[in-house]
């Protein structure tokens, strides 16, 4: 089946410090959808994308969908301890079918 | 206005047993998903349903069945748990191809 590779696998930065993160995939989509999971809890999605080029802000988040539609990366600046957690792109054709990164877990030192 | 419930939030089962995993929405969303969440692997699409009375397989349907009873309902059926169903799965709604999840069940089989 479709799957999606991110990276890094983890990351610890310093607070304060700016944060890159990237997806890719081997299939395109049509959607690419960026999710924060903290502990416990389900996700919760944060931006989504749904045109090739795309770029789009949400307060200190921004991602793009890449030119191929087969990437997407996401930049989180100014981090603070409440950005801790783990964030999962997810790439989708259509609303049917879903897929998931297996997520960059991200920690900040304070 | 409370986005998607899920019931029970922890259950345990004995190898063999079977129980049912309850979602609801009030979103007035079209589509609803089953994911099951294992450490490492991110989300893995189990079931979903892109309208009332209808239900499609995901990329781990298995040992899983699946009910949509009505717009708002979508439950989850183990008939025959066993110790590799052991995950926390996670029910969600769409709109315009951006998902909304649940908290969470987790549920262990011994």
């Known amino acids: 089946g479709q799957q999606l590779n991110q990276s890094p696998q983890s990351m610890f930065i310093q607070e304060g410090e700016d944060v890159s993160m990237n997806c890719t995939s081997s299939?395109?989509?049509?959607?690419w959808l960026w999710y924060k999971q903290d502990p416990g809890e389900g996700p919760v999605l944060l931006i989504a994308?749904?045109?090739?080029?795309e770029l789009t802000s949400n307060g200190r988040l921004t991602a793009q969908f890449g030119i191929t539609r087969k990437d997407s990366f996401l930049n989180i600046s100014a981090s603070i301890p409440s950005d801790v957690g783990i964030y999962f792109c997810?790439?989708?054709?259509?609303?049917?079918?879903?897929?998931f990164g297996p997520g960059t877990r991200l920690s900040v030192l304070p | 206005n409370a986005g998607v419930t899920q019931t029970p939030k922890f259950q345990v089962l004995k190898t063999g047993q079977s129980m049912t995993l309850q979602c609801a929405q009030d979103?007035?969303?079209?589509?609803m998903y089953w994911y099951r969440q294992d450490p490492g692997m991110g989300l893995r699409l189990i079931y979903y349903?892109?309208?009332?009375?209808?239900?499609d397989k995901g990329e781990v349907p298995n040992g899983y069945n699946v009910s949509r009873l009505n717009k708002r309902e979508f439950s989850l059926r183990l008939e025959s748990a066993a110790p590799s169903q052991t995950s926390v799965y996670f029910c969600?709604?769409?709109?315009?191809?951006?998902?909304?999840f649940g908290p969470g069940t987790r549920l262990t089989v011994t």
């Open positions: 979103m007035n969303h079209n589509s």
């Open positions: 349903s892109a309208s009332e009375g209808t239900t």
């Open positions: 997810a790439g989708d054709n259509y609303g049917q079918n879903f897929v």
């Open positions: 299939s395109i989509f049509n959607t």
């Open positions: 969600a709604s769409s709109v315009n191809y951006e998902q909304y």
């Open positions: 994308l749904y045109k090739a080029g």
